[in-house]
């Protein structure tokens, strides 16, 4: 008899074209699939707790699927690090309760977004950061963030996802927790120009965290005031936030599984 297991990936996603399995183009979840097959030499069926866009990275990455009972996890582990290192990385790995699932038992995602907000750019942070020059407000951008806390309807920061033939359009309702913005560390002038935001939600819709950051960024800037973003929310029309921030600063940081489930009914 198969037994459920749950593993615990981090992936730098920038070569990769997102986390879901896509014929013909490279994925973490393509990948990870393909090596795990490789050691148990057998089909695979995994779940991940959230799917991340191209270039988006992960620290927190959480995994579920059937593997034969007699599956060596530690050797697993250190084979599956071996072929796709470093690139993409079983942090952790165990047995799990048959019906835990990833997806569906997860009731909180964090991610993380990283601005680094200097006049030059950093190489070796370029592939993890937004680069973003000129000065930012970070208490205004705090004070625009607190707006956004609480259940609503966040259509002005998603993408819409197209409803399958006779299905009603997904909900847009989301439970946001957390949102906040930070110096990494304002002591030190190496890292004082390293901005981040930190985002906690019930789940998420395509595109939101990328579309909040890049709004965000904007009242940064003195380009929106931190009052106008309850009118952007309150729009329900993607047309009224910003451009949405690019994938290279975005890393799903954590995943939850205490407490119960908020299911908005849509994508997470």
């Not at 569906?104 to 070796?124: E, G, I, K, M």
């Amino acid at each position: 008899m198969p037994r459920n297991i749950r593993l615990l990936l981090a992936y730098d996603g920038t070569n990769f074209r997102g986390f879901a399995d896509s014929e013909g183009v490279t994925t973490v979840m393509g990948e990870l699939t393909a090596a795990i097959e490789r050691v148990v030499r057998c089909p695979v069926e995994l779940t991940g707790s959230g799917r991340t866009d191209a270039g988006v990275h992960a620290w927190g990455q959480v995994v579920s699927g059937l593997l034969p009972a007699d599956t060596d996890l530690g050797r697993l582990a250190h084979s599956v690090n071996r072929m796709c290192g470093p690139a993409l990385s079983i942090r952790e790995i165990e047995w799990a309760d048959g019906e835990f699932s990833a997806r569906f038992s997860a009731t909180a995602r964090t991610y993380r977004y990283d601005v680094w907000n200097h006049q030059t750019p950093h190489p070796l942070l370029s592939r993890f950061t937004w680069h973003v020059p000129g000065s930012l407000d970070v208490e205004a951008m705090n004070h625009a963030a607190d707006r956004l806390l609480g259940e609503h309807d966040y259509s002005s920061f998603c993408r819409r996802p197209k409803p399958a033939p006779g299905q009603p359009e997904r909900s847009l309702v989301r439970r946001l927790k957390v949102a906040h913005w930070a110096r990494v560390n304002p002591e030190d002038p190496d890292q004082e120009p390293l901005v981040r935001f930190e985002i906690t939600a019930t789940s998420f819709c395509h595109q939101m965290v990328r579309s909040i950051v890049g709004t965000l960024v904007e009242v940064g800037q003195g380009r929106r005031t931190p009052e106008s973003i309850a009118e952007t929310l309150d729009a329900r029309d993607r047309a009224t936030a910003g451009a949405v921030a690019p994938p290279t600063g975005l890393v799903l940081w954590s995943v939850d599984f205490s407490g119960s489930r908020w299911d908005s009914g849509g994508d997470v």
